[in-house]
């Protein structure tokens, strides 16, 4: 483990408000995306790597960025309205994961909106234009250009904060407004735009190529078999079945995210239900929401619409992962529909949850609960999950579905403080683009709200493990809880709880290969 | 009739024009913008007359507020409130008033108490709370002082130094019918109402949009429903029927905003 200053904890569950440090976090921001990652987003590419390391930005970039700043706000009401009617109440300033574990006020959400809403009053309002020092509005410069970059990406766009605001402004609508514009000036984010290109060259964030993927899906059925002695099958590109699943590629095999495949793959094998995964669209997550595009967003969510088509299947099923459930379920009927094609009994897209959940109280799993004994369970609920999207019928089932399916195969569960879950979750600390080890200091200060949530309950109410049901959750969890003296197993996914639980009593798969020697490799190599 | 009334009487024209004309088509400006995505606050209402529900609760009880911040809700509810008992009150100087305004009266009388310690209460905290004096402009102070300033001149008027009201209400009646009558020559109400001149001019560039504004947010007005039914703006509906990923790959005099 680096060196990083570590923000000690008090135990009360609760993390108490900071007084303001001007500039804690001031700095340069992420590793900046060079012209030939800009390239397959569309984005502009007329800059270039300078002497000190950094990048020029584009030519005319000033006009640029105000120009793109002109667009979006007459393509987004939500930019337009929230640039205008803050009233700076201060309601949302402690609500911010960053503010409450960096201290820097830039990280207050009004301050982050403030970033834009000073240019944006300098350049398209009256007051601004003729006014500036009275309405604090500024002139666009490089330095601003910096701070943007910087702070705008020290947001995970979790919206805890338009949960407090009294008209409901959402700070991640302008940071992913401020990304956009950043990226047609020469700044976009190297992690998230490099991902990006992955998925259009490859159909994942990982560059997972399909006989590699094959390789492992095949990989985990003989590991499944091992332990369980039943042949449960992980199907790749196989046309015909019920059920495309879609999940975040890091399911495939980073810890604790594959125990969790496996889950989904003994619950489907169990209920009977025929599933497939895509080559094409072997990526839940949809980083194109990050970075505020939404031609790119529509662009990666329609290779799941052709997958689906190709593949014939009746249902779309996501795994568990926070932004890609709220692009899944808020978006994708936008961006990627109609779904007239898929079975109408079924909602498109549905959670794995919703499909386990509903399996379990219809009677068609058996659980053996006991399996999870050594286990006391606490649930995160996953910023995107819980304040961008919807389980089941009813407001609020995303906070329930989890919780029934852990109750179901856990003996042991107990919730984190009020204010620290439901709506009011925190963020993990690296959603939204910033799960990326160049931002690792304030990865590790920004899970501090959650950090205090769960060493109350690990020391008042016993707590060993805490469920998470997002990939960038998991992988944040397990990178930084070691730094407050938890250990990274602590981390389990849900489906994983369910996995251990699940007694399989259909021996042979709906979907067994017919004979075993027929090992015929799938040779449609899927060009991207 | 005197100079100072006919200027007064042009200012009010030309405010009441103002307020009601730019905070109309700021109005239509938000509402017609397009919202390409579904982006409620979740869990958010699944239907439409839950939607209306929630905003209510928002209006009236500002209830997000309440979550965040027990003392601001509280100076917010005290100042809004009271503004509107306040205003009702006003409403005398305008028309005939029936048996619900009479009846209101007093509480308008002193609901102007607590609409100021409200007023001093949102000012305290701008001043003393370091986060929120850390995101506050000079116009932040301003429109708190301006308020106050509106407050404190109707309170002299009302407790100290009385006006005519008759003539008050002579001379806006005779507004509404575009005829002059004269206002009482007090300097009290002549700063009073040059100050309420001033919001009114004001309002519709300043972030008293956020009144009309919080009907308009998407976070908050939207209905979750976005399984069951199709949303879709009409530039992203472009790209779908020209076929094309990026914006700029539309045939330019196709591109429509909206
Ligand atoms: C639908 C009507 C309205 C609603 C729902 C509403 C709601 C709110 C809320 C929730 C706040 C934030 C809390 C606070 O700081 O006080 C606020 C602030 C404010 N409102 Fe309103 N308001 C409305 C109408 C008005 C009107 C008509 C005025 C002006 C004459 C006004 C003036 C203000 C001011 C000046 C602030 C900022 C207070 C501060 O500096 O802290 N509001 N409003
Ligand atoms: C054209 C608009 C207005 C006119 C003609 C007007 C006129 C007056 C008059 C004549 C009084 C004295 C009442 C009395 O002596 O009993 C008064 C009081 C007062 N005014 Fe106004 N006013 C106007 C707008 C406003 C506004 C917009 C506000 C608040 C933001 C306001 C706040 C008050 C308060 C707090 C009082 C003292 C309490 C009361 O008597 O209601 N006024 N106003
Ligand atoms: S969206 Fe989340 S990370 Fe961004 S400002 Fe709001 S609370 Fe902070
Ligand atoms: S809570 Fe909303 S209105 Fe208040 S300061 Fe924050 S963003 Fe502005």
Request: proline share 5%; net charge neutral.
């Amino acid at each position: 483990m680096a060196d990083y200053e570590v923000p000690k904890l008090n135990g009360e569950g609760v993390i108490e408000i900071p007084k303001i440090k001007p500039d804690a976090m001031a700095g340069k921001g992420p590793y900046i995306a060079k012209p030939d990652f800009q390239k397959p987003l569309h984005f502009p590419t007329d800059f270039a790597a300078e002497e000190g390391g950094g990048y020029t930005l584009v030519p005319d970039w000033k006009e640029k960025a105000l120009a793109k700043m002109d667009d979006l706000r007459h393509r987004y009401r939500s930019l337009q309205l929230y640039l205008d009617i803050c009233v700076k109440c201060g309601a949302c300033t402690d609500k911010c994961h960053y503010y409450l574990g960096t201290h820097d006020p830039k990280n207050m959400p009004v301050a982050r909106q403030d970033l834009m809403r000073k240019v944006y009053r300098r350049y398209f309002t009256f007051a601004g234009k003729h006014f500036p020092k009275l309405v604090g509005a500024v002139d666009l410069t490089e330095e601003v250009i910096d701070d943007w970059y910087n702070y705008y990406h020290q947001c995970s766009q979790c919206r805890r904060c338009s949960v407090y605001c009294p008209y409901g402004i959402d700070t991640a609508e302008v940071s992913m407004a401020a990304r956009e514009i950043l990226d047609h000036i020469g700044r976009g984010s190297k992690y998230n735009n490099e991902i990006i290109g992955k998925v259009f060259k490859v159909g994942n964030n990982l560059g997972l190529p399909q006989p590699a993927l094959a390789d492992t899906l095949e990989g985990l059925e003989e590991d499944v078999e091992a332990a369980t002695g039943i042949k449960v099958r992980f199907p790749l590109d196989e046309e015909g079945a019920e059920v495309l699943l879609v999940t975040p590629s890091a399911d495939f095999f980073a810890e604790p995210h594959v125990d969790g495949l496996m889950g989904y793959a003994k619950v489907f094998h169990e209920a009977g239900i025929s599933w497939t995964l895509s080559s094409y669209a072997s990526e839940g997550a949809n980083f194109g929401m990050f970075i505020g595009s939404y031609e790119n967003m529509r662009r990666i969510a329609l290779r799941i619409r052709e997958a689906a088509i190709k593949l014939k299947v009746k249902r779309i099923v996501f795994g568990e992962c926070g932004h890609a459930w709220r692009v899944a379920y808020s978006f994708l009927n936008t961006l990627a529909g109609p779904f007239d094609f898929l079975d109408p009994k079924y909602p498109v897209p549905q959670h794995i949850l919703e499909v386990t959940w509903g399996l379990m109280q219809e009677g068609k799993l058996t659980l053996d609960k006991s399996k999870n004994d050594d286990k006391v369970l606490t649930f995160h609920d996953s910023c995107n999950v819980a304040r961008g999207s919807r389980m089941g019928d009813k407001p609020g089932g995303q906070f329930e579905y989890p919780r029934n399916v852990i109750k179901a195969v856990c003996n042991h569960f107990v919730d984190m403080p009020a204010d620290t879950i439901h709506d009011a979750t925190y963020c993990c600390g690296g959603g939204g683009g910033l799960l990326t080890d160049d931002l690792m200091e304030l990865r590790i200060k920004g899970a501090q709200p959650r950090m205090e949530a769960l060493k109350y309950v690990t020391e008042q109410q016993g707590v060993t493990h805490m469920a998470a049901i997002c990939a960038i959750c998991k992988s944040q969890f397990t990178k930084v809880i070691p730094y407050y003296g938890f250990k990274m197993e602590q981390i389990v996914s849900v489906h994983q709880l369910v996995s251990n639980a699940l007694v399989l009593t259909r021996q042979v798969s709906v979907q067994a290969r017919p004979d075993e020697d027929d090992d015929d490799e799938d040779d449609g190599d899927d060009d991207a | 009739m005197t100079f100072v009334s006919i200027l007064y009487g042009l200012l009010f024209w030309a405010a009441t024009l103002v307020l009601v004309v730019g905070v109309g088509r700021k109005i239509y400006f938000y509402a017609t913008l397009p919202v390409p995505l579904k982006i409620p606050t979740t869990p958010a209402p699944v239907t439409q007359s839950g939607v209306v529900w929630r905003m209510f609760r928002e209006v009236v009880f500002f209830q997000s507020l309440f979550r965040a911040n027990k003392y601001t809700w509280l100076f917010a509810f005290m100042f809004h409130m009271a503004l509107w008992l306040v205003l009702l009150r006003h409403t005398r100087y305008f028309m005939e008033i029936g048996p619900f305004l009479s009846f209101i009266q007093p509480f308008g009388k002193y609901a102007s108490f607590v609409m100021l310690i409200g007023l001093a209460g949102l000012l305290g905290r701008r001043l003393l709370v370091d986060r929120v004096r850390y995101i506050s402009a000079p116009s932040d102070f301003l429109m708190l002082a301006l308020l106050i300033a509106i407050g404190l001149s109707g309170m002299m008027m009302t407790f100290v130094s009385h006006t005519d009201i008759t003539m008050v209400k002579g001379f806006f009646r005779g507004l509404m019918t575009f005829d002059f009558h004269p206002l009482p020559a007090s300097p009290i109400l002549l700063v009073h109402l040059l100050l309420v001149a001033i919001l009114m001019f004001i309002f519709p560039i300043s972030k008293l949009m956020h009144a009309p504004g919080v009907f308009l947010s998407p976070t908050r007005n939207q209905v979750d429903n976005p399984r069951e039914k199709r949303h879709i703006s009409a530039w992203a509906l472009e790209l779908e029927q020209q076929n094309k990923t990026y914006l700029d790959e539309l045939k330019q005099d196709e591109v429509k905003h909206g």
